[in-house]
């Protein structure tokens, strides 16, 4: 396995490791890195991952310097690595959620993790900020959520847009289509009835690039592939309650 490094917008680089046998297409698995006074990664990588991501930052910082430790929600994929990434870097911090920190992080993480509320900035100096959006069991994870790297509009959508394959680091085509297949293969979402209202909401963002953590990164207009997938997921749900019997609303 390699890791492949791209900048996908101004200071933002995606750490791509394609996992050719994980399903009949295979699947990738993606870190973004934001450049700053204080570097920002987003995604630690699995812990078994961890030499090949660590190579891959060292390729464009010094892995030491690294300050912040973001990811969408507490799984191996998302922050398996958290406390190898703490011990490479001594001035570095987990920055999550109040679900995540109090239900996993302030026992999980090796340093104490700092909260952040829905909507709270980090000012990562050099023109980059992120900001901190709460999307919970959205896709899934009850303290799941998003970053969205303002100067660049960059929203980093964790598990939302999840595809199979293998494509190019930056598309501007269709990721709409390969999510709605990929939710058929793998069932990886929480529905629930705010899903779609969930996902809405970061349509007013209106984000310039969309950062798969499975998949591509898109540049185009990410709030019309936010509505789309939106859209779908309000089907899919209103599928189900009617199938157990719930007429859908109107
Ligand atoms: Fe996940
Ligand atoms: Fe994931």
């Known amino acids: ?21 994980l399903t009949p297409a295979g ?7 934001v450049r700053g006074e204080e570097p920002l990664l987003f995604h630690t ?13 060292a390729s464009l910082i010094p892995p030491e310097t690294l300050r912040w430790i973001t990811f969408g929600h507490y799984e191996a994929d998302e922050c398996g690595a958290m406390n190898e990434w703490l011990a490479v870097a001594p001035g570095a911090q987990v920055a999550h959620g109040q679900t995540g920190v109090s239900v996993s992080l302030n026992d999980m993480a090796s340093r104490p993790p700092r909260v952040l509320d829905d909507g709270e900035r980090i000012d990562l100096g050099g023109g980059k900020v992120v900001r901190y959006i709460d999307t919970p069991h959205t896709p899934h994870g009850w303290d ?41 293969v793998f069932h990886y979402s929480s529905l629930n009835p705010g899903m779609g209202m969930t996902i809405r909401g970061l349509a007013t963002l209106a984000p310039k ?19 789309a997938l939106a859209d ?3 089907r899919r749900i209103g599928d189900r309650l009617a199938e ?7």
């Open 244 to 250: 157990f019997g719930f007429a859908r609303a109107a």
């Open 27 to 33: 699947m990738t698995f993606n870190s973004f890195l």
């Open 1 to 21: 396995m390699e890791t492949r490094v791209a900048e996908i917008a101004d200071g933002i680089y995606r750490l791509s490791t394609f996992v050719p046998d």
């Open 209 to 227: 690039t969309l950062a798969l953590m499975h998949g591509p990164s898109f540049a185009g207009d990410g709030a019309a592939a936010i509505n």
């Open 144 to 184: 799941a959520g998003v970053l969205f790297e303002e100067s660049t509009g960059t929203l980093m959508c964790g598990d939302l847009f999840t595809q199979l394959g293998n494509e190019p680091a930056l598309v501007h085509g269709d990721v709409v289509g390969p999510a709605i297949a990929a939710e058929d």
């Open 45 to 57: 990588g699995l812990r078994n991952m961890f030499p090949l991501n660590r190579d891959a930052v």
């Open 232 to 234: 779908d997921y309000d």
